[in-house]
């Protein structure tokens, strides 16, 4: 599986947009990009996918880029309880959902 | 729907002594797998299953061991515990059939070994 690039740790106000970098330069055409967040050491909560096209769903919206070598997460409106640990992952359609995690982005969100 | 159900929430073992981590979804799922989360980094693949009678290696699967009878559990098993294995486990479950379905995990189990 491509591996992904995130910032360590990221700070939002509340009631603004956190945007979430991740680099995956290495992503092949059957990988789709994957988003998934941790809030204090409960289990990860699926956030949205997609492979080329911008998806948007009621948590966030996912933009990838053409040569889809990154993409962003947009929480549009951050509040506290989104504060949590944000994990980009790309994966094979048919590994098996077999994810690898890496160290993922810690979202401050401040009042 | 329950979804992912891990017990139990919390245990304390001495080392060599035995366990097993019991996780059960209601999804049917076919695909289901077992993770560990030590302080401050990402999670780890440790065993995997696509099917009932079917299981593999993930990146870390040593000291572990899995079977699945069902569809609905994926119990981990530690026959002779190390404190190296005092982790945060993770079970989660997807729809194998659609390649591309995302992970449902349950809320962890917090091991200490002594």
């Known amino acids: 599986d491509a591996k992904t690039t995130q910032p360590p740790s990221m700070d939002c106000a509340e009631g603004r947009a956190a945007n979430l970098p991740c680099n995956h330069s290495?992503?092949?055409?059957?990988?789709?990009v994957y988003w998934y967040r941790q809030i204090h050491s409960q289990g990860p909560q699926y956030i949205i996918h997609?492979?080329?096209n911008n998806e948007t769903n009621e948590m966030a919206s996912l933009i990838i880029t053409e040569d889809r070598k990154s993409s962003t997460l947009i929480l549009p409106h951050a509040t506290l309880r989104d504060t949590a640990v944000y994990y980009c992952?790309?994966?094979?359609?048919?590994?098996?959902?077999?994810?690898?995690f890496g160290g993922g982005t810690r979202l401050m969100v401040k009042p | 729907n329950a979804g992912v159900t891990q017990t139990p929430k919390f245990q304390v073992l001495k080392t060599g002594q035995s366990m097993t981590l019991q996780c059960a979804q209601d999804m049917n799922h076919e695909y289901m797998s077992w993770y560990r989360q030590d302080p401050g980094m990402g999670l780890r693949l440790i065993h995997y299953s696509v099917g009932a009678g079917i299981t593999d290696q993930g990146e870390v699967p040593n000291g572990y061991n899995v079977s699945r009878s069902t569809t609905e559990d994926f119990p981990l098993r530690l026959l002779s515990a190390a404190p190296s294995q005092t982790s945060v486990y993770f079970c989660?479950?997807?729809?194998?059939?659609?390649?591309?379905?995302?992970?449902?995990f349950g809320n962890g189990t917090r091991l200490t070994v002594t």
């Open positions: 997609g492979l080329k």
């Open positions: 992952i790309v994966n094979k359609k048919n590994a098996g959902n077999m994810l690898t």
């Open positions: 989660a479950s997807s729809d194998w059939d659609r390649g591309n379905s995302p992970l449902h």
């Open positions: 290495t992503i092949s055409g059957n990988e789709y």
